[in-house]
């Protein structure tokens, strides 16, 4: 998965993420699947961020965003 458009492997994801949740923790962790990507692989990352307030210790709950493909073409063009 890229993070960032940086390479992350989900054992990895909470990691990778916790400098900028700390910074900003009700900033939405945007979420955007390639067309080609499982389902399986999907709901493992959206579990991984769903259990990341206990495992990183936050006080709030990980905000989740999944874009449509509307909003992903209206704001993340091209």
Known sequence: ???DREP???????????????????KPVIVEAAEATA???MVDVLD???????K????????IALPTEREIAMFWPG
Not at 56 to 63: K, Q
């Open 1 to 3: 998965m890229l993070v």
């Open 8 to 26: 992350v492997s989900l054992a990895r994801l909470l990691a990778h993420l916790e400098p900028k949740l700390l910074l900003e923790p009700g």
């Open 39 to 41: 389902y399986g692989p």
């Open 48 to 54: 991984e961020l769903r259990q990341g307030q206990a």
């Open 56 to 63: 990183l210790n936050l006080a709030d709950e990980i905000n």
